[in-house]
């Protein structure tokens, strides 16, 4: 005769097993969704930010066409992270449940995938939609770890292989943002 007892919702605890393994893939789950959803919400947030920073100072904020392709980017960005090819690599990865999970995660395919479908990293970045869309990802990611994006582009930079007409436009885009944070 077993007796379950509810210890709280989504963990049960019997006479014979304390904790069930898939309890862990649950929380590494969770925490990782966590991580998706303040993700999406600070891009959200960094591209109302940039857009206000821009407005009247760069081509893709005034022209309609370039701002609603961008804000239809954004709007899908990092969608693939909850793909087949994507989700459960990157939750072994960063949320594992044990070393061997993060070993056998496959990021690197994972990791390509995502380069490949979503081209606002500098490995695959194409046009200047893709660069705002970068220094956008690059913003949001400085309000999660409260640090400057430029020092984290100044890092990276010299890892880009970008044409020099690119790196001036995304400086300027800081720029932009570095002065409209001095206003407010």
Request: glycine share 2%; charged share 30%; proline share 2%.
């Amino acid at each position: 005769m077993f007796s379950f007892s509810q210890k709280k919702k989504g963990a049960t605890e019997s006479r014979f097993i304390r904790r069930m393994k898939g309890e862990d893939y649950i929380n590494s789950t969770r925490k990782y969704l966590d991580y998706l959803e303040e993700h999406l919400a600070n891009v959200s947030k960094a591209f109302s930010e940039l857009s206000e920073a821009c407005d009247g100072k760069e081509h893709w904020v005034g022209d309609d066409c370039a701002w609603h392709t961008l804000h239809h980017e954004v709007v899908h960005h990092d969608l693939s992270k909850f793909s087949k090819e994507e989700f459960v690599q990157y939750r072994d990865h960063f949320f594992s449940v044990s070393d061997a999970d993060k070993e056998n995660s496959a990021f690197d395919l994972a990791w390509e995938n995502h380069k490949l479908e979503n081209h606002h990293h500098h490995e695959t970045a194409k046009n200047y939609t893709d660069l705002v869309h970068m220094v956008i990802d690059w913003v949001s990611m400085s309000y999660k770890f409260k640090d400057n994006p430029r020092d984290f582009y100044n890092k990276t930079k010299p890892k880009m292989n970008l044409n020099p007409e690119f790196h001036a436009f995304i400086e300027r885009q800081f720029d932009h943002l570095e002065s409209y944070r001095g206003k407010r």
